[in-house]
T-cell receptor
């Protein structure tokens, strides 16, 4: 059974810092991995989707990497801003027939002005 | 302009009641989902429908019954509500099933069972 872990659970940084959020998964047979952002009281917003054959994806100040063999992904946020404050969720879709998202519990990020 | 919408946003009810949560997507997607986010913030899939047909049904009590009148709507009906049903329920949609497409989430419905 796939399990997804995110470390740290919470992170507080001053504005302007570069930061890395970590995600690990137990079963390397994945179809893809996605990073989401969740703002309080709101739904999830998809940030990046990495197919199993890819090593990384970039969108603006965000860069996500995938090392399938070691079961790890990182989300790099450059030049953090207070507006980046949110909970970041990592989710994987395993290669089995179900093809459903398995989520981590998230990293709550606070960027201090 | 809302892509995936849910009603109501908040729902407070007594144990034993029956309630429904509605979900609509205007993205023209074929696949819709229901997720439950518990107090520890874990999101877990409950159901997935593709073109009005059930394709994923996790180990959810049969008190939960999804209904899809058309592919733009996936409603969740819950019978005999229990305290443990208190959570935030998210609806989502994707263009296709099979996991290759990005899922778009609704704002969530916070259910509190007293």
């Amino acid at each position: 059974k796939q399990e997804v872990t995110q470390i740290p659970a919470a992170l507080s940084v001053p504005e302007g810092e570069n930061l890395v959020l970590n995600c690990s998964f137990t079963d390397s047979a994945i179809y893809n991995l996605q990073w989401f952002r969740q703002d309080p009281g709101k739904g999830l917003t998809s940030l990046l989707l990495i197919q199993s054959s890819q090593r990384e994806q970039t969108s603006g100040r965000l860069n996500a990497s995938l090392d399938k063999s070691s079961g790890r992904s990182t989300l790099y946020i450059a030049a953090s801003q207070p507006g980046d404050s949110a909970t970041y969720l990592c989710a994987v879709i395993s290669s089995g027939s179900a093809r459903q998202l398995t989520f981590g519990s998230g990293t709550q990020l606070t960027v201090l002005p | 302009d809302t892509a995936v919408s849910q009603t109501p946003k908040y729902l407070v009810t007594q144990m034993g009641n029956d309630k429904s949560i509605k979900c609509e997507q205007n993205l023209g997607h074929d696949t819709m989902y229901w997720y439950k986010q518990d107090s520890k913030k874990f999101l877990k899939i409950m159901f997935s429908y593709n073109n009005k047909e059930l394709i994923i049904n996790e180990t959810v009590p049969n008190r939960f019954s999804p209904k899809s009148p058309d592919k733009a709507h996936l409603n969740l009906h819950i019978n005999s509500l229990e305290l443990g049903d208190s959570a935030v329920y998210f609806c989502a949609s994707s263009q296709v099933s099979g996991g290759g497409a990005t899922q778009y989430f609704g704002p969530g419905t916070r259910l509190t069972v007293l």
